[in-house]
């Protein structure tokens, strides 16, 4: 048997926009999902959109009740900023109520609430001026922050400014998954660097605010990069994935400071983005209290050839290879590699001070998950309960090596919806039935992880 340490954050993760629902009730201004969803509704798998996640406005008793049942100690999601300030500057009063009654009722059920500020979610009256790419977003967003820490400071004690920030720059301005969904490496830099200063700034307010005495942290996904062959162009073609998707981020939030090799990188291709006299500084000074990590599966790349400066993206200085030996989901197509969480572990541990830190995402998502529904209406998911089992081992051998990992939660309580993806890939511990008034069903996963809860242990 496999001991985990004592009052380790057993949970699950999900964010406000993939679960609520009520999109635009009670006093809710639009986000850009909302926005997007009435324009071009084709865009989402079965045109689900954001009034249809899975109603936890409505049902978030029933579900901190199943939580408990489960023996989940600790949960995390986020607020809607939209919801809490629809015109981004006058406090939404059934917000303050709702987050107050459900921030409470975690409580008083026992489990931690761990409360994110922004996952993917912005608004869409600051996204017609530019959102990110606009400085104006950096102190709209610590206003945003500080007001939350002064409303629900006195429940939550441990907070994240941002979910996987590279998520939003790469999907909205390298690619398009998000809004707007424009390719433009320039862009992209400077929504990076304003993300950044606007945790930062949020940090800074933390600092200050005298209404809550508790602990701040950033979720990134940290997917460890690897490389096809140990040739020296492969290994180059890592070290700069690892620079622009992990470090670019990682270094400012916990050392305080950007590589100094991306800084030359960004001179010489002419895309250093502009910052204001201090901000270095502001950044230097902010540093989170601990570290949330999504883990799904790694990166892997090799050598690019003909690097085009001009269109310059990521791609053009490395490309991912399929790698024969890969374990793959055959219900999602992602690659399942638990060996990466002890190693994402081993580089916290190594690099970045040991600073104390979770597993705040890691799941499988399955395709079509109803085909394993039995007679009691039970889905019988085996395949992740290994998936859970397989990254815990992995996980219980780092902390052994003395990692600071100090809980794991699964991506996610009940199934949710999925941005474009709307509800094709389904991850929770519990079914959501959509043609019936989102009636929840526990998966067999469910079973076993309360198992492993009350014994804090794996075998
Ligand atoms: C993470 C996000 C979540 C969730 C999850 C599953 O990157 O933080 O919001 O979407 O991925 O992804 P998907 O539903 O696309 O399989």
Redesign the pocket.
Known sequence: MRKFPENFFWGA?A?AP?TEGAALIDGKSPSTWDYWFEKEPERFFNQVGPKDTSNVYYQYKEDVQLMQDMSLNSYRTSISWTRLLPDGKTVNQSAVDYYRAYFTELKAKGVEPIMNLF??DMPMWLMEKGGWENRESVDAFAFYADTAFTLFGDIVKKWATF??PM?HIECGYLGDAHYPGVHDYKRAIQVGFHTVMAHAKAVAAFRQNKHNDGEISC?L?LSPVYAKSQDEKDQEARRLADLLLIRSLLDPIVLGSFPEELIALYKETDLLPEMVEGDLEIIANNKIDFLGV?Y?QPLRVQHQDNPNLETITPGTYFKGYDWPEKRINPH?G?EIYPEGIYDISMRIKNDYGNLPWFIS?N?M?VEGEEKFIDEQGIVQDDYRIEFIEDHLQFLHQSIEEGSNCFGYHL??FVD?W??L?AY??R?GFYRIDLDDNFKRYPKQSSFWMKDVIERNAIN
Do not use: D, L, M, P
């Open positions: 993760a964010s993939q996952h993917f979910n996987e998520v979720i996904n999504n799904y999602r992602w995402e799941g998502g991506w996610t949710c999925s941005w993806n094709k890939n991850y």
